[in-house]
């Protein structure tokens, strides 16, 4: 089997007269934490949204695992093995913490979303199993109290975490995560850092947008830097955080900095 789960060449998308990606690629292997990173309006959720099929590319070449994968909706993609999460929380606020957990783990059964909602024989047979292994998806990203609870009346931090059980409950190939820190306090982030350690050590490979620089650099194996839709940078941490075009690009007249 291949080390690489995502390969992405060539993406680039534009938005009437703006280019918002220039060819555009990533390579991550099984294990790693991508970082994507960059000022504002530089194309990260523009490219996330590409790769997890809720924009359509202008072009790109997409594989995971070694396999074509066509970005062209959410649930395709979905299927194909990316989980992903986002910037601004959608979770089904009046259902409880377990019931989303639950949803996100019928892509992957038998009767699948419609024998949920139909209550077929066979979804009856599932769902206690479904249920177990929600339960421990909520243990896992330690909100397990919780799981009788509307995800409405969750805290800010627990719902981001909410959201990562549900993506995990797909058992995805890549987990990409949309700004998994926004609106965190230190200690939330905390938390979030070693949880995002712990699903990478239990082999999951991650993909993420985050403008917490500083979360990044300690998170991630790798890192590619966007400015203006072009990839100005690719590497380590540690050797991007040197590289003279991000430094200007991030201090740069014109940008806002995180
Ligand atoms: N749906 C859209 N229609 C038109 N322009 C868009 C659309 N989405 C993004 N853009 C533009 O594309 C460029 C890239 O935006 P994008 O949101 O991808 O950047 P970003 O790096 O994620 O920024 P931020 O850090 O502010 O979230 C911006 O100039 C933005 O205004």
Redesign the pocket.
């Known amino acids: 089997m291949t080390n690489t789960v995502l390969r992405v060449a060539n993406v680039s998308k534009r938005?009437?007269g703006?280019q918002?990606l220039s060819d555009v690629g990533i390579t991550i292997d099984r294990g790693q934490v991508y970082g994507l990173i960059?000022p504002?309006?530089?194309?990260?959720?523009?490219?996330f949204n590409v790769i997890t099929g809720l924009y359509t590319p202008d072009s790109g070449v997409f594989e995971l695992e070694g396999k074509a994968y066509k970005p062209s909706a959410v649930h395709e993609v979905a299927k194909a093995g990316i989980a992903r999460t986002f910037q601004n929380i959608r979770l089904f606020a009046d259902m409880t913490a377990l019931e989303n957990v639950m949803v996100g783990r019928h892509i992957r059964t038998r009767s699948g979303l419609i024998g949920a909602v139909l209550r077929t024989p066979g979804f009856k047979h599932e769902e206690a199993a479904i249920a177990k292994r929600a339960q421990e998806l909520l243990d896992y990203v330690g909100i397990g109290k919780y799981a009788e609870f509307k995800a409405r009346t969750l805290s800010y931090g627990d719902q981001r975490r909410l959201e990562i059980a549900r993506a995990l409950a797909t058992e995805p190939k890549l987990i990409a995560l949309d700004e998994p820190a926004a609106g965190m306090n230190a200690t939330e982030k905390v938390v979030l850092r070693e949880l995002i350690d712990r699903i990478r050590k239990d082999g999951r490979t991650i993909l993420l947008?985050e403008?917490d620089v500083k979360l990044v650099m300690g998170l991630c194996d790798r890192v590619t830097v966007?400015d203006y839709?072009k990839q100005i940078a690719e590497g380590a941490p540690a050797d991007v955080q040197r590289n003279e075009k991000v430094i200007e690009a991030y201090l740069g007249a014109g940008h806002k900095t995180h």
Request: charged share 5%; glycine share 30%; hydrophobic share 40%.
């Open positions: 938005f009437g703006l918002a960059g504002n309006g530089a194309g990260k959720t523009t490219f947008i403008h966007l839709g």
